[in-house]
């Protein structure tokens, strides 16, 4: 009896704890609140997005190596599997995820790659753009502070999967919709590629045709 009686104390003193008002006031439950609930707005708003397109700019930096020259174009993205990337600098490079495979052509090199993903999972970036992924559930949410663009915030994520090729993910976003402005992804060895991206204007679903990407005559098929 004793026993039991020590049990039904211990879960009524739960309850009563976990019922108590001062512990809303609590620093690191309210920061916690905090951190899951802007996680999810952002998945809601790209989830609810269906079909937009935005100005993109992408870099990579390193300490080593300097930076390269950035990369720009409109970026499509059709939720939920289908994504494009028509680059104006260098003109002519596409980016395409049909759904099943990706398409990169490369006017400079004259090589147009197509490659599927490597499983079913579409990665982080591809995944939030189209609105297929659970951060909290790659992710372990280390850091929310305020950005040096008034009414932005940055998330910063580091992978639970040790295998993924970058420590962690910057994510700066608009307090008030919830869009992001920039990715910045880190490897392990300081490198960084940073995504930057306009105000998402929502656009009518692009036809098939934009996401089949046909080999340019003199161009080398890489499979």
Partial sequence: ?????????????????WATPAEDTDP??????????????????YREAGSFRCGFEEVYASDTFGQDVPRRG???VE???RL??????????????????????????RELERFPPPSDDPGPLLGLLTGRVD????FTVTGHD??????????????????????????????????????EAVD????????RFGVPEFETPLPDERYQVELPAGYVLIE
């Fill in 1 to 17: 009896m004793r026993a039991a009686r020590r049990g039904l104390l211990f879960v009524a003193a739960l309850a009563a704890a």
């Fill in 84 to 109: 494009l990337v028509d680059y104006s600098e260098p003109e002519g490079d596409r980016v395409v995820y049909d759904g099943e495979l990706w398409s990169i052509l490369s006017v400079e090199d």
């Fill in 188 to 195: 392990p060895l300081g490198g960084r590629v940073v995504y």
């Fill in 74 to 76: 409109v970026l499509h």
């Fill in 79 to 81: 939720a939920p599997r």
């Fill in 146 to 183: 305020a950005a040096a663009v008034p009414g932005r915030r940055i998330l910063e994520l580091v992978p639970r999967d040790a295998t993924q090729e970058f420590d962690r993910l910057l994510l700066e976003y608009e307090e008030k919709s919830a869009a992001i402005r920039r990715i």
């Fill in 28 to 45: 690191r439950l309210v920061r916690a609140r905090a951190l899951v609930d802007a996680v999810r707005r952002i998945e809601s708003f």
């Fill in 135 to 138: 951060l909290l559930a790659l």
